[in-house]
């Protein structure tokens, strides 16, 4: 009896331990799956926003110096893509040095810390508060480019009559004053407009219509009205010089927008999905409605309105593009083209200012009413980003039960309105003082392709 108790004993002990043992195992496996499956959806995010930073890059050279640049005059063609050429390479050297850290570095509610001055820390690890399955150096990047087009963006106001120098100077100043300080405060950890990281007014904006668009559109207004109207506008024709390099800038501002505004969910994701085509459907509409007030208005729809109504379009959509859905877009898009031609032809006609390539009538107002426009169709159907305590999705706009959140936008708006206005006059007032902005009469009259940079874009002797 005592030795068939100690086999028993034995037995059960060696079935034990080979149970333990598949446990273990099994565990193990489920370990190392998730681990896999883990680094298989990171390797993924990543790719996609390193695809969407070159799309965003891509929209300020070539897409907008190609857009810029054609609707100059020929003696200014140079110079204007020069503006938004040479600030991929001016901005950048600023966003590693200190931009990037003043805007997304944890700070107070209105501007970042030093937290990431030179990109301290900014390497493989994720930052979880803003993109938990991507490299912190991919965020960076990414958001890079958003600071690198949106002062390009105000270029459009003052062309052919701004010193080159003065540019540059102005540009940096704006990036300090305006660019990174509105980022923080929507986009930002802690930031006062921030809906989804402690904010104090959330005012949503997925990809950059207050951040980007009302800030460059209003700068854009006040540049135009400091510096005043082109020698002989407008009483001398001022037609664009060559409407092909327009029309391909404007293609490729349409398909880098995918990058912008899909590639702002910061993930290979559904929502994505959802950006993505809202951003589609909002310029289609805006092209056509813009078309059809110009063909109603003139008789005749011309291609600079079909390309400057697709630029608004996309304007328009970018804050609701991570909100809203299919038919929303449609209807913001539409709306957009209509409203930026009433302003482009009527409203700028009416109060006399030279606003030379229609930067404030497209993105000034475009982004605005899209802003705007965000709290009214905005719906957790689409993005369930915000919850209750229990887990649940919380209404985001009108249209979900939450008419708060126009009021929200409102802010964000009015706020957006505010800094540009007052930072860009102060800008220029203390770069006029250094070196003054304006190019000479005598520059301006020969063109700023030769005055400011010793070249010509069209040698026909050659």
Same mark, same amino acid.
């Given at each position: ?38 680094? #298989?959806?990171? #390797? ?46 001016? +901005? ?25 001055? &030179? ?9 979880? $508060? ?71 007014? !959330?005012?949503? $904006?997925?990809?950059? !219509? ?13 540049? #135009? ?77 011309? +291609? ?32 957009? !083209? +209509?409203?930026? &031609?009433?302003?482009?032809? #009527?409203?700028?006609? +009416? &109060? ?31 993005? $369930? ?14 249209? $979900? ?38 190019? @000479?009469?005598?520059?301006?009259? @020969? ?12 040698? &026909?002797?050659?």
């Amino acid at each position: 009896m005592y030795r068939w108790n100690h086999v028993v004993l034995a037995t059960l002990l060696l079935s034990g331990a080979a149970l333990g043992q598949t446990v273990t195992d099994g565990e193990a496996r489920w370990a190392a799956m998730q681990s896999t499956v883990k680094a #298989a959806q990171s #390797a993924g995010d990543n790719a996609w926003m390193l695809v969407c930073s070159a799309l965003v890059l891509m929209m300020t050279g070539p897409g907008l110096a190609l857009f810029y640049g054609g609707l100059v005059r020929k003696k200014n063609v140079l110079g204007t893509m020069m503006q938004s050429f040479i600030l991929m390479a001016v +901005v950048t050297v600023l966003w590693a040095v200190v931009g990037y850290s003043l805007a997304f570095g944890e700070g107070n509610s209105f501007i970042g810390g030093f937290h990431y001055l &030179f990109l301290n820390g900014v390497g493989a690890a994720p930052n979880a $508060d803003y993109a938990g399955t991507i490299p912190q150096q991919t965020f960076m990047v990414y958001q890079l480019m958003f600071a690198i087009i949106t002062p390009a963006l105000i270029s459009g106001a003052f062309a052919e009559r701004m010193k080159f120098s003065a540019m540059l100077l102005f540009m940096v100043l704006w990036s300090f004053l305006v660019y990174f300080p509105m980022a923080h405060m929507v986009w930002g950890k802690g930031g006062l407009l921030n809906a989804f990281l402690g904010g104090r007014y !959330g005012c949503l $904006d997925f990809a950059g !219509g207050t951040v980007v668009h009302v800030t460059s559109g209003v700068s854009a207004l006040v540049c #135009a009205l400091y510096l005043g109207k082109r020698l002989g506008y407008p009483s001398e024709p001022m037609k664009p010089h060559n409407l092909v390099l327009s029309v391909i800038g404007a293609c490729l501002l349409w398909v880098g927008w995918f990058g912008f505004n899909a590639g702002s969910a910061l993930a290979s994701s559904a929502l994505a999905t959802s950006a993505f085509v809202a951003t589609h459907f909002g310029a289609a509409a805006a092209t056509l409605g813009w078309m059809l007030a110009e063909w109603i208005k003139s008789g005749k729809p011309s +291609v600079l309105g079909a390309i400057s109504g697709a630029v608004a379009g996309l304007v328009a959509i970018t804050p609701a593009s991570g909100f809203v859905t299919p038919l929303a877009a449609l209807g913001i898009g539409f709306a957009a !083209g +209509v409203v930026c &031609f009433f302003m482009v032809t #009527a409203i700028k006609h +009416v &109060f006399g200012y030279d606003d030379s390539l229609d930067a404030f009538g497209v993105h000034g107002a475009g982004g605005t009413l899209g802003a705007l426009l965000t709290g009214v169709f905005a719906t957790y159907l689409v993005n $369930d980003g915000l919850k209750d305590a229990s887990g649940r999705p919380l209404p985001l706009g009108l249209v $979900d039960g939450h008419p708060g959140q126009v009021l929200n936008q409102l802010i964000g708006v009015a706020i957006a309105w505010a800094l540009a206005a007052v930072g860009t006059l102060i800008i220029l007032k203390v770069c006029d003082l250094l070196i003054g902005v304006r190019a @000479e009469p005598q520059n301006e009259t @020969e063109g700023l392709d030769l005055s400011m940079h010793g070249e010509e874009a069209y040698n &026909f002797e050659a």
